[in-house]
Each structure stands twice: as C-alpha cells, then as structure tokens.
T-cell receptor, first 113, second 109 residues
Framework: DAGVTQSPTHLIKTRGQHVTLRCSPI?????VSWYQQVLGQGPQFIFQ???????GRGNFPDRFSARQFPNYSSELNVNALLLGDSALYLC????????????FGDGTRLSIL | GQNIDQPTEMTATEGAIVQINCTYQ??????LFWYQQHAGEAPTFLSY????GLEEKGRFSSFLSRSKGYSYLLLKELQMKDSASYLC??????????FGAGTQVVVTP
C-alpha cells in the first residue's frame, strides 16, 4: 500500500508569493495533520483535519490555511511568504484511534529567496 | 501549553546501549510517541506509551512515568544505521502532537 504522499518535493519561491502544498493520506486514514520543521528542530504542529473539519490549529499566523477534501487529501496554503517560512513541511495521516501513530510523508522542502 | 526537553546530541559506539531521556510538562496527557528521523527523510514511528511501564520492540524499548513526566528510549546493540535524530512527541487532549527538538545520536565504529 502507498504511504503518505506529498507534492511537490521541492519548491523555491520569493518573498510575498503564495504556495500550495498537497498531501494524500494512507488509504483508510481520515485524519491529516500538517507540520513545519526547520533545520535542527522538531516538527511544529500547524493544522489537523478530520472528516474535512479543522480539529486543531497551532500557533501560526492567518497567512497559513488548509483544507481537506472529500477523498481525505489535503492542501496547505501559505500567503505572503516570508524568509522565515523556509522549512520542511510535513504531512501526516492517522487512523485517529487512541493508540495509532501518525505516519509521515517525505515532506515538501520550501525555500524562500 | 507543553514543554518537552531532550538532550541535543549523544554519541555511542557500535554494539553499545544508549538511553535518550525525555521530560515533558503538559496540560492533558494522551500518550507519548518516539520517532526516528534520518537526515533529509520523514520521521518514522518507533514506539508508543500511554500507561506507565516499559514497552519492548526488538532492539528498541521505551519507558514512561506519567507521574514524573518522564520517558526514555533505549537503543540496544547499536548499529551504524541507528545514527539519526530521535524525536519525543507528546499527544495532549485533542490528539495533536507536540514534538521535542530531537536528540541526534551518532554511532561510531
């Protein structure tokens, strides 16, 4: 079975632009979460979606938004990009049961020039 | 909020044992996860603890004490391929994960 897939793998943008990152969860997983990971740090929680509804939001500005589609895939949108948005963006899916882990995709490496 | 602390780096030789400690403070505890992350790759799940005690999975074991806000990951019979960052993550009420900064384990010959 395919794991969590993310696209694109790498992206270069300039300040002020916007970006859309995509994620397809493992088949059967209805919950998707987004994380930002800067070099040398652990992933920081951005959003969680379950059944197309936002279940949780981390401490990120309103420039960050996301949505989940009926097929449980998800998009993360970031507007007015800043240099500090350069990071690895990870998507994770889960069966959303108590003892089930989140499974991560390989991430999108976003570089802002 | 949550605070999760783990050492920045640990070095050990091949065949040895290494213990990575993680302390946390959280309002509403709903499980602790350990992940392994090789450079440039996604985190991969290693273990899960929600009750006090030791969980063993082959060469890897994880321990939890909820009253002390403490966990450790024990890596036995270290191999070169175990060189990676090890992430401690706490799940609070609502199921979002809060990660520590990670512990870089360097295995030397």
């Amino acid at each position: 079975d395919a794991g969590v897939t993310q696209s694109p793998t790498h992206l270069i943008k300039t300040r002020g632009q916007h970006v859309t990152l995509r994620c397809s969860p493992i088949s059967g997983h209805k919950s998707v979460s987004w994380y930002q990971q800067v070099l040398g740090q652990g992933p920081q929680f951005i959003f969680q979606y379950y059944e197309k509804e936002e279940r949780g939001r981390g401490n990120f500005p309103d420039r960050f938004s996301a949505r989940q589609f009926p097929n449980y895939s998800s998009e993360l949108n970031v507007n007015a990009l800043l240099l500090g948005d350069s990071a690895l963006y990870l998507c994770a899916s889960t069966l959303d049961r108590e003892n089930q882990p989140q499974h991560f995709g390989d991430g999108t490496r976003l570089s802002i020039l | 909020g949550q605070n999760i602390d783990q050492p920045t780096e640990m070095t050990a030789t091949e065949g040895a044992i290494v213990q990575i400690n993680c302390t946390y403070q959280t309002s509403g505890f709903n499980g602790l996860f350990w992940y392994q992350q090789h450079a440039g790759e996604a985190p991969t799940f290693l273990s899960y603890n929600v009750l006090d005690g030791l969980e063993e999975k082959g060469r890897f074991s994880s321990f939890l004490s909820r009253s002390k806000g403490y966990s450790y990951l024990l890596l036995k019979e270290l191999q070169m391929k175990d060189s990676a960052s090890y992430l401690c993550a706490v799940r609070a009420t609502g199921r979002k994960l809060q990660f520590g900064a990670g512990t870089q384990v360097v295995v030397t010959p």
